[in-house]
């Protein structure tokens, strides 16, 4: 079978997406962000995020069709995210890919945004080669989400663990948030580090007392840097500020890294990924790298253009279920909440 051709929409959060992709090849991938909009309230306002979406979308879509020089008769379907996220967000993308199937006649695939993370670090394009989807672990951390699972299959997903509270992208906010660093925090905490001390500040490492706890916990994280800051005040100095960044992403990255090498340990495979927004922090690719090298498996991580949300791994998740047949009735809905791995389990 040929590489299904899919024109593939994302706007479950704040950026909104459209990308072209032949199977996982991406011909052109869109990405209007709304980071400078939400950065002003601190963080994603819902209400702000579908208006702007609903501005957005039609424009992406055009983008994408003229980069990829491609028309609407050159597709095989659509593919969108319908969960989980933000629902008047949700709304936009889904609406718009229901309305361009109903003048089209192209066939709609759902696909789950987390799912989409996943299929992000075997995305190829002009610049690198994609690779064959095949089993492995993920630690997939974003600003919603912490979670390792073991990728069987398409489709078939074991959440080995998860956080308990805090996201680790949502630590890295609420932390630059207290050092007055604004918002998104990892991008700015991630730059800082790079010249800090990461054994200036002692802060926690959680739930590291066992192997088999493959939970993540990151309040606990967040408030010891809220007392740090209480106790000595804002950083005086640019390397002050450094070292405490350095601390605070040094025990992040112990945490993620200790409980991935464990996870791997327990379901044996050779075949490592790191996903989602935070997958693009530096010292989380270095740490992991040198995972790799001394326990003996590869590490694929995505291009920093497919860390964060896109709309390219949407077409590619889609693309791999039009191929599999792996398409769901009603092909498409929009859930607040979806879990990975329970099928169908949604509650909208
Ligand atoms: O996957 P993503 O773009 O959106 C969600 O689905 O949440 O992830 C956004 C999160 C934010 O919390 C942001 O602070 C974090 O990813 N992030 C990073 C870095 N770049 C983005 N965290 C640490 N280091 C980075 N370089
Ligand atoms: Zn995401």
């Not at 080669?129 to 951390?141: D, G, K, N």
Request: aromatic fraction near 6%; charge should be negative.
């Amino acid at each position: 079978m040929a590489a299904p051709r899919i024109l593939a929409l994302e706007s479950s959060c704040d950026e909104t997406a459209c990308a072209v992709v032949e199977g996982l090849f991406v011909r052109a991938s869109v990405v209007a962000s709304q980071v400078e909009l939400h950065a002003q309230f601190g963080g994603v306002v819902p209400e702000l995020a579908s208006r702007h979406h609903l501005t957005a979308a039609v424009p992406v879509v055009r983008e994408a069709l003229a980069r990829a020089g491609v028309g609407f008769e050159w597709f095989d379907a659509i593919g969108v995210t319908e969960g989980p996220g933000l629902v008047g967000a949700l709304l936009v993308a889904v609406q718009l890919a229901r309305g361009l199937s109903l003048a089209t006649g192209l066939p709609l695939v759902g696909v789950h945004h987390m799912e989409g993370h996943l299929v992000s670090p075997f995305l190829g394009d002009a610049d690198s080669p994609p690779a064959e989807f095949a089993p492995h672990l993920a630690l997939s951390v974003s600003g919603g989400h912490s979670e390792l699972v073991h990728v069987q299959a398409l489709g078939r997903y074991e959440v080995l663990g998860s956080t308990r509270d805090d996201a680790a992208g949502e630590a890295f906010d609420k932390a630059a948030k207290l050092l007055g660093l604004g918002y998104p925090g990892g991008p700015v905490i991630d730059r800082l580090a790079a010249d800090g001390d990461p054994t200036a500040v002692p802060f926690p490492r959680a739930m590291l007392g066992s192997r088999e706890n493959l939970e993540f916990s990151f309040s606990g994280l967040k408030t010891a840097v809220a007392v740090y800051v209480d106790q000595h005040g804002q950083p005086s100095s640019r390397q002050a500020l450094a070292d405490v960044c350095a601390s605070f992403q040094a025990a992040v990255v112990a945490v993620l890294v200790a409980k991935l090498r464990a996870a791997r340990r327990r379901v044996g495979t050779s075949l490592v990924t790191i996903v989602g927004g935070v997958s693009a922090n530096s010292g989380l690719r270095t740490a992991l790298a040198e995972a790799a090298t001394r326990d003996g498996f590869t590490l694929r991580a995505p291009p920093l253009r497919y860390c964060g949300d896109n709309a390219a791994m949407i077409g590619g998740a889609a693309a791999l279920r039009w191929a599999a047949g792996l398409r769901r009735e009603p092909p498409v809905e929009v859930y607040a909440s979806l879990a990975l791995d329970e099928g169908r389990a949604r509650d909208g």
